[in-house]
């Protein structure tokens, strides 16, 4: 009889039923308590991590905008300081510069070399003008005339070419190939000088003509009134003559003022 072996069959069955029963209270258990909890606490946790990192770049935009703010903010303050000052600066420049043009005019018309001589501000003068050309403010109404001779203290550098009714155009001696006479002040030899520009001359004379550096040549006629000074004279023993040049005493790079004397030529 096989009685015994259904009963063991069924025993068997029963517990595979209770283990099964017992799996699916616990899973029931852990889902119902502990995966929310875990769920949860990762829901949590990313969300803290993405609102920290949410903050730290509202914060880091917020400072990397006010930085830049901030930035330019100084820059306009600074540019602003800077013209302030550059005005400042402009201004006080200017106040040295006519309170200088003032004293040199006081002291020409305190000097002048002919009591009737006209005083003019030079209005431009090389290199802003063509070859030794300089032009001055004052004309006709001045009662300038053209020919009238030009002079720097006691140095004649030129003389008037053309005139309107307040300007007048002045040629300098030392005009390129222009041609006039100097008188020797130690020798009283009168020579040709050659323009060259610039307020330089040149001339050529005998070897052994006696010409010096350090002498000073005057215009004929004018005694003392001086027009240019050697500063070279080319001694070459094999020529039959020797280049000698000259400049005028007068710096036409801080010529600001001339007296036009009622003198003509």
């Not at 306009?76 to 005005?87: D, F, P, Q, T, V």
């Not at 000097?111 to 501000?121: D, E, P, W």
């Not at 005028?248 to 010529?255: A, F, H, K, Y």
């Amino acid at each position: 009889m096989n009685y015994p072996l259904r009963s063991k069959t069924r025993k068997q069955h029963k517990s595979k039923q209770l283990v099964f029963l017992l799996f699916i209270l616990s899973a029931t258990i852990t889902i119902r308590f502990f995966v929310p909890q875990i769920l949860s606490n990762t829901f949590f946790s990313t969300a803290h991590f993405m609102w920290n990192v949410r903050d730290t770049i509202e914060e880091r935009f917020v400072e990397t905008i006010h930085y830049f703010y901030s930035k330019t903010l100084l820059m306009k303050e600074n540019s602003s300081l800077k013209e302030h000052i550059m005005g400042q600066n402009n201004t006080t420049l200017q106040n040295r510069i006519l309170r200088a043009e003032n004293a040199q005019l006081r002291e020409l018309l305190g000097r002048k070399t002919y009591s009737t001589s006209i005083v003019a501000g030079v209005l431009a003068k090389p290199p802003r003008t063509f070859f030794d050309i300089i032009l001055i403010d004052a004309g006709k109404k001045e009662g300038i005339t053209k020919g009238m001779l030009v002079v720097s203290g006691e140095i004649f550098i030129g003389q008037v070419i053309e005139v309107s009714e307040d300007v007048s155009k002045i040629s300098l001696y030392s005009l390129g190939n222009q041609i006039i006479e100097g008188i020797i002040y130690r020798t009283n030899a009168a020579i040709a000088l050659k323009g060259k520009g610039g307020g330089n001359f040149e001339t050529e004379v005998p070897r052994s003509f006696d010409i010096e550096i350090g002498d000073t040549l005057s215009m004929p006629g004018f005694d003392g009134a001086l027009i240019a000074e050697v500063f070279t004279v080319d001694t070459d023993s094999t020529a039959a003559f020797k280049k000698v040049l000259l400049k005028s005493p007068v710096n036409l790079n801080t010529l600001r003022f001339v007296e036009v004397c009622p003198i003509a030529l």
